[in-house]
């Protein structure tokens, strides 16, 4: 039996010449990326590669090699062709958004949905400050078109629950609109069970709610036979109760919504997860990114191919990018193909985010830059 001391020192040996190998082979990359450059003609050919593919398939000795060796070569041209997208860049690459210090300068107006006592009414307030001018309106689409049409200079909405998770509707139409995110924050979602002044737990038929709102305190509406009825908007729940004054309703909304509609709260903290949070996202018209911007948000979509998104992914490990979120929608219209949304640490003025940004976009469809921004604002 070989001694596996003496394996190991010829596999070094081999690692040596595989290495010194490869560094050729990404300088003759390099010479083919600047021809490729000075002629304006693409990084990626995939007819190229996939001829390049048959060939290495056909070198193969040992036919159980040959899916190990292609998932080799597949990789080695990824990254030759990150090494020719980092020698396309400019000092300062155009993304289409430009760095702004004073972004977020007092006397801007902001929209959110819902009524007053909104949870997005108190998420606009806890980052724009108490004073901010703001106003609202009935849906989440209607406050994307206000910022369109500089109505407003912001939006603030609600993209992800900790609980109930995404905000389709929100995810959705972020890659309608040529609109960017600028900023985040979090807020603690306490949902209480709102009834008129002279009404008890007892007297309770029926409680108004956004559907979000009831998913969230479903443990504590389980254990009563109440009709529930779906609302706009937390707030909204609040205001009908108000309006109808009949004692036998009841909202799930805010505490801070019983003081704005004279309503009592019939019972605190209902919500299933004590840490109930919503992530807000603040959105621009404006193409322009804070200066403290520290998290990328992009949506493209990929061909259904084995490896697909892997290959794109490959691309923020290379550049030593963290991705913090990924998440899939359908795209409507087709028939189960999606559309992929990501987050991943970085700031438009480096380098690596930039030749990442470049290679995604090149290698993918429909691509889209939603923003950069300061992440984690609680």
């Known amino acids: ?7 190991r020192d010829k596999i070094d040996i081999t690692d040596e010449k595989i290495v010194e190998l490869f560094e050729d082979r990404l300088d003759l990359a390099g010479e083919v990326g600047r021809i490729k450059k000075s002629s304006g003609s693409p990084v990626f050919v995939p007819e190229r590669e996939l001829e390049k593919i048959k060939k290495i398939k056909e070198a193969v000795r040992d036919t159980e090699d040959e899916r190990a060796v292609t ?3 597949t990789y080695i041209m990824l990254l030759s062709r990150m090494k020719q997208y980092k020698m396309r860049l ?12 004073d972004l977020f300068a007092k006397g801007q107006t902001i929209v959110y949905q819902g ?8 998420a606009a307030m806890r980052f724009f400050g108490r004073d901010v001018n703001c106003y609202s309106v009935d ?3 209607e406050a994307m078109d206000e910022v369109k049409h500089k109505g407003a200079d912001f939006a603030v909405l609600p993209i992800e629950n900790s609980s109930t998770g995404i905000i389709d509707d929100v995810y959705d139409i972020l890659a ?29 038929r029926k409680v108004y709610s956004h559907p979000q709102g009831l998913l969230q305190t479903r443990r504590f509406l389980s254990g009563f036979d109440w009709e529930e009825i779906s609302a706009r908007n937390t707030a909204v729940s609040a205001k009908t109760v108000m309006e109808k004054g009949d004692r036998t309703l009841a909202a799930v909304a805010s505490p801070a919504a019983a003081d704005l509609y004279d309503l009592k709260i019939l019972k605190d903290n209902i919500s299933d997860n004590p840490n109930n949070s919503t992530r807000f996202i603040v959105v621009s018209a404006k193409k322009e990114y804070p ?9 493209f979509e990929l061909k259904h191919e084995a490896g697909s998104l892997y290959k794109i992914l490959t691309y923020l490990y290379y550049n030593d990018l963290s991705m913090t979120k990924i ?17 991943f640490e970085g700031n438009l003025k480096g380098e690596n985010e930039r030749a990442a940004l470049k290679a995604i976009e090149m290698e993918t469809e429909n691509f889209r830059l939603l923003g950069n921004y300061k992440g984690g604002s609680t």
């Open 1 to 7: 039996m070989k001694d596996i001391k003496d394996i």
């Open 71 to 73: 998932s080799l070569y």
């Open 90 to 101: 400019g000092d300062k690459e155009d993304t289409g958004l430009k760095e702004r210090e």
């Open 115 to 122: 009524v007053r006592g909104a949870y997005g009414h108190e």
């Open 139 to 141: 849906t989440f689409r």
């Open 176 to 204: 309608e609109y040529d609109n960017h995110i600028v900023g985040e924050c979090t807020l603690k979602i306490g949902h209480a069970l709102l009834g008129l002044k002279d009404a008890e737990i007892e007297d309770i």
């Open 291 to 299: 200066v403290n911007g520290d998290i990328i948000s992009i949506c």
């Open 327 to 343: 998440e899939s929608r359908p795209i409507q219209g087709t028939k189960f193909e999606y559309r992929f949304y990501v987050d």
